[in-house]
């Protein structure tokens, strides 16, 4: 069976085989990042899949990369014609991004929360901003562990909060002091 791509322009993005299609916790992190400033350098989009948050993030930096473990979000930021690594993090990055966006609550979880976290974990630990940089961070209240409790070197400019019936979604908007 081959692998198939919705896509749509304006905002571009792709979702099928696999790929988040983008919801709640998207537009949730969209918002914050069209809130920051132009900080030029790069930017760099932690689980890209369906591609959709790289268009806001182009606005604020020169740069953009995408990041994704799954192959097929990687083509889908192609056929967007943004740059993307097939990676579990920003690991497979040599330096810091001016802007990060990592969106936490729906990573490989297969319904099971000590398997969802362990990758959230990977990717926080993995998170490389420069100093003056920022991250938006979004995240469930189905979360265990507040991810901000985790994150060394940064100061938090902004914190939202969206309530879902049974889940709360969580932004928040950092800067690297450090």
């Not at 692998?3 to 322009?9: K, P, V, Y």
């Not at 990592?102 to 100093?131: F, H, M, Q, S, T």
């Amino acid at each position: 069976m081959e692998d198939i791509l919705t896509c749509m322009n304006e905002p571009c993005m792709c979702w099928g085989s696999g790929i988040y299609e983008p919801a709640e916790d998207t537009w949730l992190a969209w918002k914050l990042l069209e809130r920051l400033p132009k900080v030029g350098g790069l930017g760099v989009d932690v689980g890209t899949g369906s591609c959709v948050l790289t268009n806001v993030l182009a606005e604020k930096v020169d740069k953009v990369i995408g990041i994704d473990i799954n192959e097929m979000a990687v083509k889908a930021c192609k056929k967007c014609k943004v740059e993307a690594l097939l990676c579990d993090s920003m690991s497979c990055l040599r330096r810091g991004a001016n802007v990060a966006v990592a969106n936490l609550p729906y990573l490989p979880c297969e319904d099971d929360e000590a398997v969802c976290w362990k990758w959230g974990l990977r990717v926080l630990k993995g998170i490389k901003v420069v100093k003056g940089g920022y991250l938006v961070i979004i995240w469930s209240s189905l979360t265990p562990q507040n991810p901000l409790e985790l994150l060394e070197g940064f100061e938090v400019i902004e914190l939202v909060r969206e309530s879902y019936g049974m889940e709360d979604l969580f932004g928040a908007v950092l800067i690297k002091r450090e």
